[in-house]
């Protein structure tokens, strides 16, 4: 595989419901990214870790919470979503988010629907 | 206040035709990022061109090119003869002192056989 890959592509859950989504980089990279892209609005960055390390959090819901066991994994995990939150979820990556100007490698993304 | 302005919500064109999309940025520093992605319909988004400030030379790859004029703070972006697998949305962003992008709001892109 390469790239940059996301695990589910399609997600239904109800509101009591937890699951998780899965990114995976095959490239090299020491940055990862969590976005959330809702109908109508602009991309809007969630989550950064730069080796493994949570850097960026931006003012997203407890109900989300991220983790990067490693630079090659980042994890998602989901609880109690509500209906606004149905989204498609992507990933990035890039070589270092420390660095300025970097260019950000996305994955399919996961399409989530909270019934 | 939006950084990034992508004035065209959407674009119809014909096979073979040129399309031009629009892409206006603000901002107070003097270095800075600007970013072309494409998102066709399956979801994910992809890179399609990074230029620095510094770099006003305008880029040709393929049937893209792109057009940056500092003085009128646009990055505009063309696609010559337009094919329908040229069909998506695109987004131009920009980055200006760190990692994190400001994205437009995007321009979908339809051309019809």
């Known amino acids: 595989e390469t790239g940059v890959t996301q695990t589910p592509r399609h997600l239904v859950m109800g509101m009591t419901n937890k699951k998780s989504l899965k990114c995976e980089q095959h490239l090299g990279h020491n940055a990862m990214y969590w976005y959330k892209q809702s109908a109508k609005k602009p991309l809007e960055l969630m989550f950064v870790y730069s080796l493994e390390e949570r850097v960026e959090n931006n003012s997203v819901p407890s109900r989300f919470s991220p983790e990067c066991p490693n630079s090659s994994h980042l994890f998602l995990h989901l609880h109690t979503l509500q209906p606004e939150d149905s989204a498609l979820y992507l990933c990035a990556s890039s070589q270092d988010s420390g660095a300025w100007g970097e260019t950000q490698y996305f994955g399919p993304g996961t399409r989530l629907l909270v019934l | 206040a939006q950084k990034v302005t992508q004035a065209q919500t959407e674009i119809s064109v014909v096979e073979k035709e040129d399309v031009t999309l629009d892409c206006v940025y603000e901002?107070?520093?003097?270095?800075?990022?600007l970013f072309w992605y494409k998102q066709p319909p399956s979801g994910e988004l992809v890179f399609l061109i990074r230029?620095?400030?510094?770099?006003?030379q305008n880029e040709i790859s393929g049937r893209y090119s792109w057009n940056f004029q500092k003085s009128t703070s646009s990055f505009n972006f063309t696609i010559t003869a337009s094919q329908v697998v040229d069909s998506a949305v695109y987004f131009c962003?920009?980055?200006?002192?760190?990692?994190?992008?400001?994205f437009g709001a995007g321009t979908t892109v339809t051309v019809r056989a």
């Open positions: 901002t107070r520093d003097t270095t800075y990022y």
């Open positions: 230029r620095n400030s510094f770099d006003e």
């Open positions: 962003a920009l980055s200006e002192n760190d990692y994190k992008l400001s």
